[in-house]
Each structure stands twice: as structure tokens, then as C-alpha cells.
């Protein structure tokens, strides 16, 4: 009888120890820190607006002794926001837990699965509102691929003779102008920061301010900005059953505005997130993604049913307190 092969002192098995999964760190997710969320007790509400025009006037005047106080006038408004539920749920059948390897981990798959669902669905509703149109914080920008933009136009910053610290600085001082707050944040997603950490005048910052390399703190820090916040996320835009297409979720568009992380009676932002914090019974909310996670037993369908959702609306909230600049980069 010959030796034994490796057939017959290993059969192949899949590990208990090692898995692949894919999925997106938190870190690459703007919508956080660029629409704060606002926790709220009701599915749809109102919320007052103190009028801008009033608060801005030089309204004090000159008093004689004894004359009367120029009296002074406030306008109160109301918005709205209405949360939508976007909820999905994996259905764990017995027949699977049951067998399952030691390797797989069902349920445990289920609840990270839910978690970066909901990740890339507040990514996507808040890169429809920041990286759009409609912001009156200063008119819109648009980038082109040449040396001589017209009005409401600049030269793209891939362009070694473009100007994206002008372009930004004059962003930042218009919002101020527009809404008396001087914006503090800069959102764009990674293919412009690509090109902006290889710009000239990035590198020369770097060069004579920082033994590091490039980074969105460091710019930030050059532009008296709290934030820049650079969105990597991506997700599959493709049908399903279809090969996956992965798309970034912000592309060349870049957001210039300032944003409150507070929630308080006397805010001002150009973006926040209001969450509908159900009732105890209904489950606890994630403070990150805001998503509600379930696990209850079927016992008609015999399995477990692992269930997320959100409540959420991601909503403009002062108009002039953003501006907009579409194509800063070549989408190549």
C-alpha cells in the first residue's frame, strides 16, 4: 500500500476563521458630517425660521432724552420636513441557520449587510441634495476645460493654470455674505480631491506649512474651514441580477457651505438630516446611519427575519447658506 496523498489527509473545507465580504468603512461617508441629523419626535413636522431680512437690518437709531425707543419688528415662518420610511429585510430560513458552516455566521451577516444599506442609502440622498443645484449662497459654477472661462464659469482644476484656491476662498466669502455665517465646509467626492492634492498651488501649501502629505485637514486648516469632507463611498447602479456597476456616489460636483453640527432653537444650516426617532417599542436607532434593527422568528415561514429601515429626510434647510460648482474636474 502506497503513501497517503494529500487527498486523503486534508478534504477541502471552507474556513471558520477567514471570509470574504465586502463593504464600505464608515470613514468614506460624507452624509454624517454633512447633514447633521436632527432627532425628532413625529413621522412629519413644522420648525419655526426666524426671517433673515429683518435680523439683518441696522435697525437701532438715534434717542433724545426722554423720546420714545425705535421699535423693532422679527418675522417668524414655519418649514417642513416629512421623514419617508426606506426599509428592506433578509429572511434567514432554518433550513440554512440550521446547516450552516461555521465560516458563514447568517445572521450575523444580515445585521452588517442592513447597516451599510442604509450607509449608501443617506450617502445618495444627501449627495442629491448638497452636489445639486438650487443653492442661492452665490449663482452657480460651472467647470470648463479652458483657459478663458466666461461668467458663471472656471477652469477646471486638472488645468495646470486653473485657480481652485481662488475659486474656493471667493465660495466661502460669498456664503458668508449671503447668509452672515462664512461657510465652514467643503464637501466633494474623491476623484476631485485626486486632482486638487496634485494641484500646484495644494502641493505648494503643503510644501511650506506641513511635513505630511496632502490631506483635507491640512487644506482646511490653509482655508479657515472646520471641515472638507471627501465621499468615497460607492455603490452598484446596475439592476439586479445584472453585473455589478460600481458607481462613485459624488462625482465631480463640489459643495461650498456652512453647516451647524448643534441642534438647537437659534440654528442656522444649509443641510440637515431629520430622523423620526420611533417610540422605544419600535427598537433603538443607530446615531450614525439611523437605521432600526430587528430580528424576529417567522414561525409560518420558519426562519428568522432580520429587518432595517430609516426614517429619514434630508432636506435643504437655508438655501443661502450654499453654493454649488458642477465639473470642478474632468470626469476622466
Known amino acids: 500500500m502506497g503513501s497517503p496523498t494529500a487527498v486523503d489527509v486534508h478534504q477541502a473545507s471552507p474556513l471558520d476563521n477567514f471570509a470574504i465580504a465586502y463593504q464600505q468603512a464608515q470613514t468614506e461617508f460624507a452624509a454624517p458630517r454633512g447633514a447633521p441629523s436632527v432627532p425628532v419626535p413625529h413621522k412629519s413636522d413644522s420648525y419655526y425660521i426666524w426671517g433673515k431680512a429683518l435680523e439683518f437690518q441696522d435697525g437701532l437709531k438715534a434717542r433724545a432724552p426722554g423720546g420714545d425707543f425705535a421699535e423693532l419688528s422679527q418675522s417668524l415662518s414655519t418649514g417642513s420636513y416629512a421623514c419617508v420610511q426606506y426599509a428592506g429585510e433578509r429572511r434567514l430560513a432554518d433550513e440554512m441557520v440550521d446547516d450552516e458552516d461555521p465560516g458563514v455566521k447568517l445572521e450575523q451577516s444580515a445585521v452588517r449587510f442592513l447597516m451599510h444599506q442604509a450607509l449608501i442609502r443617506r450617502e445618495r440622498m444627501w449627495a442629491e ?23 458663471a464659469e472656471f477652469s477646471q482644476w486638472q488645468r495646470g493654470g486653473s485657480d481652485p484656491l481662488g475659486v474656493l476662498e471667493q465660495a466661502i466669502d460669498a456664503v458668508g455674505t449671503s447668509c452672515g455665517r462664512r461657510a465652514n465646509t467643503i464637501a466633494f467626492g474623491r476623484r476631485v480631491w485626486r486632482r486638487l492634492k496634485q494641484h500646484a498651488d495644494v502641493k505648494d501649501i503643503v510644501k511650506h506649512t506641513s511635513p505630511d502629505a496632502a490631506s483635507p485637514e491640512l487644506l482646511a486648516k490653509y ?30 460636483a463640489v459643495f461650498v457651505g456652512y453647516i451647524d453640527p448643534e441642534v438647537t432653537l437659534e440654528s442656522m444650516s444649509a443641510l440637515k438630516t431629520f430622523v423620526w426617532m420611533r417610540k422605544a417599542r419600535a427598537g433603538q436607532y443607530n446615531p450614525v446611519t439611523g437605521m432600526r434593527l430587528r430580528s424576529f422568528y417567522d414561525d409560518d415561514k420558519e426562519a428568522t427575519r432580520v429587518r432595517g429601515d430609516i426614517f429619514q429626510d434630508v432636506k435643504v434647510t437655508c438655501a443661502d447658506a450654499g453654493c454649488y460648482f458642477a465639473s470642478a474636474v474632468a470626469s476622466s
Open 223 to 252: 482655508l479657515e474651514v472646520a471641515q472638507v469632507i471627501v465621499s468615497g463611498a460607492v455603490y452598484n447602479s446596475a439592476d439586479e441580477g445584472q453585473d455589478a456597476s460600481m458607481t462613485r456616489i459624488a462625482d465631480t
Open 129 to 151: 441634495k448638497a452636489l445639486a443645484t438650487g443653492w442661492t449662497g452665490q449663482t452657480d459654477q460651472t467647470g470648463v476645460d479652458s483657459d478663458s472661462p466666461s461668467t
